[in-house]
């Protein structure tokens, strides 16, 4: 008998009260049979099993008897719940392992504030996923799961986006991060330590090396240095635009950023002067292009430029 599965089977009763061998049997995946044997090792490991036949029977804890899980409250059970619910663990190898960690929260608490908790959690949603984009796709995520947890050196092919050009490394492993449902491999070449866009990966080989990391390596201390790092490198040209009143209104909608329009000073007749950030020209270009007639550029002289052509080359495309 393996001990995950009697695990398993103390925890769904304890956290669901009386069930059925035939439920039981379908929530742990073997047979009815199985389920009773089982039950047998429960009742001699010394845990107070209760069985009843007939309609309305099935098999329960004595009552009042639970398995200590010391301080834990109620309240941390429904935080821990909420956020544990869904989200990207769901779909690399830890999700059952997520799974079993709702069961023994549950488990833990007194039978009078479970149902009261689990209601609780049940109203607090998180969702992890960008707005208007699928998840990403990520061929290569059971591999480097499976790098990181074995702490496995990896030899990994990576496309540029840049160009669209493979190259392949050998890389140390340190962690897997998902940020607005896109995963992050943060990996060790040489003396650099980077984070590689996961679904440029089109191929991953785990090495019978052992990957070298860091003693004093923190993931999320990286990845908040990263991270600011990143953004700062971006969007470095100042573009000064006047924007209409409903310009000003769509402007988080159509950057995607709620902040936008912070700092937006009024003109005479109603327009907002505001200066914005953008990767280069054409990137300017195409995300002012969103406003229509509700932006105009003021400066610099070349994205202006631009954008009229633009919407000239727009305009003759509908005549």
């Known amino acids: 008998m393996r001990a995950d599965r009697l695990l398993s089977l103390l925890l769904c009763l304890q956290s669901r009260g009386q069930m059925t061998a035939r439920q039981l049997a379908d929530e742990l995946e073997v047979s009815v049979r199985t389920v009773y044997r089982d039950l047998e090792a429960l009742g001699a490991a010394g845990v107070p099993v209760v069985a009843s036949g007939g309609p309305g029977g099935g098999c329960r804890l004595l009552e009042g008897w639970r398995s200590p899980l010391l301080g834990i409250s109620a309240e941390e059970a429904t935080a821990l719940l909420a956020v544990s619910a869904g989200g990207p663990l769901e779909r690399i190898a830890l999700g059952d392992a997520l799974s079993q960690a709702r069961l023994k929260l549950l488990a833990a608490l007194p039978p009078a504030g479970r149902d009261r908790t689990r209601a609780a959690a049940a109203r607090f949603h998180i969702d992890t996923e960008a707005w208007f984009k699928p998840p990403e796709l990520v061929p290569c995520l059971p591999e480097l799961v499976e790098a990181v947890r074995q702490d496995r050196r990896l030899r990994v092919t990576h ?12 890389v140390d492993p340190l962690g897997l991060v998902a940020k607005a449902g896109v995963w ?74 709620p902040t936008a329009s912070a700092g937006a000073t009024p003109d005479p007749d109603g327009w907002h002067r505001l200066t914005l950030h953008f990767d280069s020209p054409t990137a300017a270009c195409r995300r002012l292009l969103g406003f229509g007639p509700d932006v105009e550029v003021l400066e610099p ?5 631009e954008l009229a052509e633009t919407a000239r080359r727009t305009a003759a495309l509908y005549g």
């Open 301 to 305: 002289a070349d994205v202006r430029t």
């Open 184 to 257: 992050y491999l943060v990996a060790r070449t040489g003396p650099d330590t980077r984070a590689h866009r996961a679904s440029r990966i089109t191929r991953a080989e785990s090495l019978p090396t052992a990957s070298t990391r860091p003693p004093d390596f923190d993931l999320a201390a990286f990845w908040t240095t990263w991270t600011t790092e990143f953004e700062a490198s971006l969007d470095q040209l100042p573009v000064t635009v006047r924007l209409s009143p409903a310009g000003l209104a769509a402007l988080p909608a159509v950057l995607g950023d």
């Open 159 to 170: 496309r540029r986006r840049e160009d669209g050009r493979t190259a392949t490394r050998t």
